[in-house]
């Protein structure tokens, strides 16, 4: 288990997004009821590690993931770091919500089933339980399409297959790295 942490400068931002930060007095009394879920897991035979994330990188995972800001959604954004820092992580697919797909046909013509966004779902769903069967840990990271797009023309490379898992790869490396010092 992971339970998930950031650094005081961030304690106050965080307040105004996380539901239930209000209710602690400050940093200190967060952070002591942090430590203390840590022990009382560890009590109860559960191993629990405490693991520092950026509170913006949670942020943009959370919008990324519609996932609603909470202290349950930040120690699974806390695992989902430590799994990416450790190296567990064999492999990043990229997801892309069937809206976005269907806004940009033409520049994806390259992916398996083009503009048929179902028929490029099966086809992803199968590629990735063949690899979860061989053992590895496939990590789906949603990404936009006109950032892919944006990227790709940047680096100069068409859109693909290759290069949507690549960026949402380098995405799920960047939201999950510790910078602070």
């Known amino acids: 288990m992971v339970v998930g942490l950031f650094d005081a400068c961030e304690f106050e931002p965080a307040r105004a ?5 209000a209710d602690y007095f400050d940093y200190e009394d967060w952070l002591d009821a942090r430590e203390g879920l840590q ?15 950026e ?9 990324l993931t519609e996932t609603a800001p909470s202290e349950g959604a930040l120690d699974q954004f806390a695992a989902l770091a ?33 503009r048929d966004y179902r028929r490029w779902s099966r086809y992803r769903r199968s590629r990735r339980t063949k690899l979860e069967a061989l053992g590895r840990r496939v990590e789906q990271m949603p990404v936009r399409v006109d950032r892919i797009l944006d990227w790709c023309a940047c680096i100069g490379q068409p859109a693909s297959e290759t290069a949507l898992d690549h960026y949402a790869q380098l995405t799920l490396e960047r939201l999950t790295e510790y910078s602070r010092p």
Do not use: C, N, Y
Request: glycine letters at 12%; zero cysteines; a negative charge.
């Open 39 to 53: 022990i009382g897991l560890a009590m109860i035979g559960i191993d629990a590690t405490l693991i520092k994330v």
């Open 17 to 21: 997004e996380i539901a239930g930060l």
């Open 55 to 63: 509170f913006d990188h949670f942020l943009e995972w959370s919008r």
């Open 82 to 114: 430590q799994a990416a820092r450790s190296g567990a992580i064999s492999a990043t697919f990229a997801v892309i919500a069937e809206f976005d797909f269907q806004s940009h046909p033409g520049a994806l013509a390259a992916l398996a089933g083009g």
